[in-house]
């Protein structure tokens, strides 16, 4: 706490002492003293108004939304990463055919491997920076193409249950799933969870086609409360705005 020290019989007073004033910084007691100084002084108050718009200012520029990333150097990220990107599979060769007779292994410098390794070492580190300052983030999203080893693998099928018994099963066999069904559109799935009271920003941590209670339908696994749980939420495929066709809705499940 700023104690009144110089200027506290009068003006003028310092601007720190001002501020502490205004912040409520200041002893009960000193303040009920300096306040009818401070407003039957001219300059001092003048201090004081330019504080509050000091403090305004900065509550909008907290409220703004952050600016977009300058354009050019937008470009020239992008520019490294392709170059990172090219470099890297221009130093992948391709295997020779199998000979008929091995031939010996050619003697490698130690010096010249050591250079190698170093160059690549330089090359990952350049491209982990300039990932991680454009924000490159890689994100199972609905519809976002084949999601196991190989595109010809067929989706499980459909998890059959009924309303009562769901719970860690169901939680254990979508999670990590991204099986959306008629849910791949973001607009109709953030129609769908705003019906059902979930924020339409909200990120599925797996979903997976259901049959609840002889229905069909899409299982989604979300955050919940407490953390470390998850909420189950089980909808039909008509789901959307005024039509949550709620199938199923579990909170807290771990």
């Known amino acids: 706490m700023t104690s009144i020290g110089r200027g506290s019989g009068g003006p003028p007073w310092s601007v720190d002492l001002l501020a502490d004033l205004q912040a409520g910084a200041l002893d009960p007691r000193q303040a ?5 100084q401070v407003n039957a002084d001219p300059e001092a108050m003048e201090i004081l108004a330019a504080l ?14 952050a600016p977009p990333m300058p354009a050019h150097f937008a470009a020239r990220l992008d520019a490294a990463i392709a170059a990172e990107a090219q470099a890297r599979s221009q130093g992948v060769q391709t295997a020779p055919p199998p000979q008929q007779q091995a031939a010996a292994a050619p003697v490698v410098s130690l010096d010249a491997a050591r250079r190698r390794r170093t160059r690549t070492g330089w090359a990952v580190g350049i491209f982990a920076a300039a990932a991680a300052a454009v924000g490159i983030t890689f994100a199972a999203l609905p519809g976002g193409g084949d999601n196991g080893p190989s595109g010809n693998v067929a989706a ?17 066999a979508a999670k990590g799933h991204n099986d959306y069904g008629p849910f791949t559109d973001k607009q109709k799935l953030a129609a769908c969870f705003e019906a059902n009271n979930v924020s339409k920003n909200a990120d599925p941590l797996g979903a997976r086609q259901v049959t609840v209670d002889g229905k069909q339908g899409t299982l989604f696994v979300l955050a919940s409360t407490p953390v470390g749980t998850f909420r189950l939420l089980a909808v039909g495929p008509d789901c959307g705005p005024g039509t949550p066709a709620t199938l199923a809705n579990k909170t807290g499940v771990k």
């Open 52 to 65: 509050e718009t000091t403090q305004a200012d900065l509550r909008e520029f907290a409220d703004a939304p």
């Open 156 to 172: 499980p099928g459909p998890l059959t249950f009924t309303k009562e018994d769901i719970g860690p099963n169901q939680l254990q």
């Open 32 to 36: 009920d003293e300096l306040w009818p």
